[in-house]
């Protein structure tokens, strides 16, 4: 366990993230960051400058080519898959831009499959994922699958999916890319609201600079680096 | 929830309805084609077997043969309606057992022996009105014989029990064929020219083409008087308690006894052999129906797993390991296979009452003259249900290990 404060979340040296090939792409270049628990924070940057990468190894889905990344003190890049699977499905929740929920399950359900995926599902925990539902205002629609709902009821389905382990960071990639803008912002209202409520960092990534802006802190990515972190708050 | 690869793959079950309707087509159609082909067949070979053993001792002990020159009518049983009348025809036959009776007391004791039976057996003819036939004649002890045979079983009208020197039974082919009933009369001439009026006090039907046409039995004193065999007989009929042993037990006779001793194994070599020949053939068969079956399995699962992948990247992303991905097509092939060889065994009873219904009007086959009883191999509907189970396991295991290394960021990003 490195010598790490317990109020930091996620701590990142010297990140490198290279695809090889004839022309070797340098996704993420030398990053240091560090991120707080509980705090609302957005990636922003042009098409292809490294925000999604950076986004993929935060969230553990991918891994840096050289560098550290401390997750809650621990060190991850000696984890093997299934480490880094049990501690997706514990501590990190995802939305993405296309909702990306399983076709052939209701709502509810797919707010239970992290819960299903940890083999924790009892009671308690169906009922907490109609809260949740209820809570993103879709408490009339736990039976609906999702070809039966829009595109903000669906992203809505994400978004509670990505609660229903109580994870302790959510990663948003684009989440409101694909809607308009009233649901945009009461998506937005909605991932504030629980930050507050809650206590839950929000790492979203997006290009939409007005939605960046209201973050507490914006970093912004340009051909991967950190050419901007900049605190609101 | 415990098992969540389950609850998926059922719900893919039933919710992809195209691919598992192919996926269980190409199994069930397996199944069925695995029990059916080896069903008709081997009901086919046992019921061949079973009556070929039920109506011939398992083992008969017999003398070397002897030549003789004889100038009576001489036929073939193959050319049974020709009958040729040779001056000094060397004939063969085999010698008497003029001990017999020390022969039945020095085996007795003999392991697997079950039933002994003495009796005398040669060609000759029987003759009604202008109707001759050639036959096997048989001169029987019928209390004996019929602990060694199933010819008690086989009487389908008369008697066989208490058969008398003045009566014979006749098989059911050879009496349509001389037009002779319960009560007539017929004449039986044995090699050497002696012949005998008899009355036809039993019929049979064996179900065995070569019996039902060219077996009659007399009892034990016309047959010598026949052959003009005196008090001897040339032939010991013995019944075993396990068939297969026989080629052993027949080996162990003939060293204790020195004499001739046939087991209806060698005698039925040939169809054994061709049994045999035939269940490998069904083996390739077999090997080629699992092999295309798995070959459509196999594409089937790779196309559904191209059109889940960015499910599969979703599932990874919320912590869903590597062998609970595969675990999640695995058993959604398991779950196929098992609705699959359900519908395989019904098709398969389906395919064999149509093919008996088939045989049954065609009314007989090359060897026998009754319809086999066609019922479903257990051997091989076990060997279907496993191959069910592990052609998809093997199918589906190498799309669903493609689809565990899928990399959860190349997954949702298509």
Known sequence: ?233 | MKFYELFIALRYVTSNLKQSVIITVAISIGVALIIWIPSINLSFFDDLIDKSVASTPNITITKELDTFKSNAPTFDLFFADRRLLLKNQVQSRKRNIKSYKEVIDQVKNVEQIEAMAPFVNEQGFVIKGAEERGAQIRGIIPELETKVTDIENDIIRGRIKGLGVNDIVLGITLADKLNADIGDRVTITGPRGTSKNLKVVGIFSTGLRANDEFQVYVALKSGQQIFELGNDVNSIGIKIKDIYKANDVAQALRKMTGLDVDSWMEENKQILDQINRFKLIIVFINFLIIFSAASSITSVFLMLIASKAKEIGILKSMGAKNHSVMAVFVSQAVSLSLIAYVIGLCFAKLLIAWYAGIIESAGETLFTSEVPEFKISIQYAVLAFFYSIFTTILASIIPSYQAAKLNPVEAING
């Open chain 1, 1 to 233: 366990m490195a010598n790490i404060p317990e109020n930091i979340l996620l701590k990142l040296e010297n990140i490198n993230r290279t695809y090889a090939g004839a022309q070797p792409v340098y996704a993420l270049k030398n990053i240091n960051l560090t991120i707080c628990k509980g705090e609302f924070l957005t990636i922003v940057g042009p098409s292809g400058s490294g925000k999604s990468t950076m986004m993929n190894v935060l969230g553990l889905l991918d891994a840096p080519t050289s560098g550290h990344l401390y997750y809650l003190g621990q060190e991850t890049s000696k984890w093997n898959e299934k480490r880094k699977a049990e501690f997706r499905n514990r501590e990190i929740g995802f939305i993405f831009q296309a909702h990306l929920l399983l076709p052939e399950f209701t709502a509810l359900e797919n707010v239970l499959m992290p819960s299903f995926i940890s083999r924790k599902t009892n009671k308690e925990q169906k009922n907490r994922a109609k809260e949740i539902l209820i809570h993103v205002g879709l408490g009339d629609k736990f039976y609906s699958k999702p070809a039966q709902l829009s595109g903000g009821q669906n992203q809505r389905v994400a978004i509670a999916r990505s609660l229903m382990n109580n994870p302790s960071v959510i990663f948003a990639d684009e989440p409101t890319g694909a809607l308009d803008q009233k649901t945009s912002m009461d998506i937005y209202n909605l991932f504030r609201k629980i930050n507050a409520e809650v206590g839950m960092t929000f790492i979203i990534v997006t290009h939409e600079r007005d939605l960046a802006q209201k973050a507490d802190r914006v970093i912004e990515i340009v051909d991967g680096n950190i050419v901007r972190d900049e605190r609101h708050v």
